[in-house]
Structure formats: C-alpha cells, structure tokens
C-alpha cells in the first residue's frame, strides 16, 4: 500500500494527497495536449513568433489552455462560447444619406444635373439658349431649391468668369421644388450676351466673340459641359 495514503489515513489529510495527485496528473495531460494543439495551430510560423506577441498571449488569463481545459472539465461539457464574427465587427455601419421620407431635403447623391445647349454656334446676335434638367432618382420624394443661386448657370471663356444666374438676383433666390422619383425638373434659360458681377450699379458689357462654355452648378453637383460659340 502507499506509505503517503497510510500516513493520510492516520491524520485525515489522505483525501487531500489523493486529489493532489490526480490534479498534477490532469495538468500534465492539459499541458501535452495544449502543447499539441498549439504546434497544429501555428504550424512552421510557430517557433518564429516574436517574443511580445508570446508575453502579450501568456499575460491573457483567458487564452491559458491549462485554465480553458481546467473550466470544461469542471463544468462537465465542452461546448464552446459563441464568438462574434470578427467581419462583422470590422465593417463599421454606414449612415444612410437618403431621405428616410418624403419631403426631406434631397441627398445630392440622388440628383443627376444636366445641361444641354441649343445649337453650337449663334450668330447675328442671337442668344444662347440652354435646358437645364434635374432628377430625383432616390427612393421617395423629395426638395430640392432650384432657385438662381442654388441651382447656377455658369458661363465662363478660359480662366474668365463671364456670367452667373447667382449675379444681381432679383426677387426671391430660394425656390423650393418637390421632385418627384423619376420625374425631371426642366429649366429653359437665355443668355442676353451681357457679362455679369457683383457690381450690379455698372452697366453690364457686351461678351465678344469667341468660345464659351456653360455648366449647371448646385452643391457639390457639376452637369458636363456645354461648349458653344459666339459670332
């Protein structure tokens, strides 16, 4: 018989020896095996592992295999804790911009601007004529402000400035509009063939002959460009 389980019986400590034994026993089944399934797991990497990553996952009490197996023996199943999926939580939620609905103010991602001219060239003093269009392709509707400022005609020749319906406004510059999915707002416009700037007192001076080019502004929005000629 054990001398040590002879001893324990005599002073009532015999149980403790015994369950200390086969606690070092477990442990060292523990160790083999968590040293088994590290050597699968990091395959040929494993060895060249730097020394911090090995401190930083010895200092995490909840990535110890020794306590991990420790806990599922103790709990008498090995059923593993759900772990959140890792793309989910890397993909961060992205706001929708659009209005949620109708009536709000128009997100600009859901506008298409454009414009279009009439003819290329205008001779014998005719005037320029443009056909400005903007469409709602967003889910609902929504508003958008049309008005001379918001929504602008620019004509410019080179790096020069030429005109702006956002010059000398007269009368109300807002202009809300409720555009409908699908359905296009359509603005006609003449150019009189006069410069335009904030000095509204001058009197405006007559474009000379040349080319030019026209382009729809609102926001961040850019229609593409009109090119077209004066004679």
Excluded at 196 to 218: E, K, N, Q
């Amino acid at each position: 018989m054990d001398p040590d389980t002879m001893r324990g019986d005599g002073d009532g400590g015999g149980g403790d020896v015994y369950w200390r034994r086969r606690m070092s026993v477990l442990i060292a089944v523990l160790v083999v095996v968590a040293v088994v399934a590290w050597a699968c797991s990091s395959g040929s990497d494993g060895p060249q592992r730097s020394s911090s990553a090995e401190s930083s996952t010895s200092e995490s009490p909840s990535a110890d295999p020794l306590l991990a197996g420790l806990r599922t023996l103790a709990l008498g199943t090995a059923t593993p804790t759900p772990q959140p999926s890792p793309s989910r939580a890397a993909t961060p939620a992205v706001a929708d911009a659009r209005p949620a609905r109708e009536g709000q103010p128009c997100a600009e991602g859901d506008l298409v601007l454009s414009l279009q001219g009439k003819q290329d060239v205008y001779t014998g003093g005719a005037w320029p004529n443009f056909l400005v269009t903007l469409v709602n392709t967003g889910p609902v509707m929504c508003r958008a402000d049309v008005g001379p400022r918001a929504l602008e005609i620019r004509i410019t020749s080179g790096e020069d400035r030429i005109w702006s319906t956002a010059d000398c406004v007269s009368g109300p510059a807002a202009e809300l509009r409720e555009l409908e999915r699908g359905i296009p707002y359509v603005r006609t416009l003449d150019w009189d063939r006069r410069r335009s700037s904030d000095d509204c007192r001058t009197t405006p001076a007559t474009a000379l002959p040349g080319t030019y080019v026209a382009v729809a502004r609102m926001g961040k929005l850019r229609s593409p460009k009109g090119v077209f000629h004066l004679r």
